[in-house]
């Protein structure tokens, strides 16, 4: 069984900065994409940055240019370090990996204030 454990997201102001992690453990096998989507209230869910296996990256084009994904393969662990954030930003983040299954976690939370 695979389990997803994001941490980082909090209260910023307009601006500011927050960084996410997303630590994938148990039976993990030939991981194809790891990424990050979001929600906000009464909106889908949708795709904010995912990182494939051979390192080709994708953005939503409303943060390109601001937030940047990474990954530490060893560790099984993703990042999304996330600058000059938005009010529009809000959202529940969520960690998404693509093998022989999709796993998703269970969020966290990101507000951003005006």
């Known amino acids: 069984q695979v389990q997803l454990v994001e941490s980082g997201g909090g209260l910023v102001q307009a601006g500011g900065s927050l960084r996410l992690s997303c630590a994938a453990s148990?039976?993990?096998?030939?991981?194809?994409?790891m990424g990050w989507y979001r929600q906000a209230p009464g909106k889908q869910r949708e795709l904010v940055a995912t990182?494939?296996?051979?390192?080709?990256?994708n953005y939503a084009d409303s943060v390109k240019g601001r937030f940047t994904i990474s990954r530490d393969n060893a560790k099984n662990t993703v990042y999304l370090q996330m600058n000059s954030l938005k009010p529009e930003d809000t959202a529940v983040y969520y960690c998404?990996?693509?093998?022989?299954?999709?796993?998703w976690g269970r969020g966290t939370q990101v507000t951003v204030s005006s």
């Open positions: 148990g039976s993990i096998f030939s991981i194809n994409v």
């Open positions: 990182i494939a296996r051979g390192g080709r990256l």
């Open positions: 998404k990996l693509e093998a022989s299954s999709n796993y």
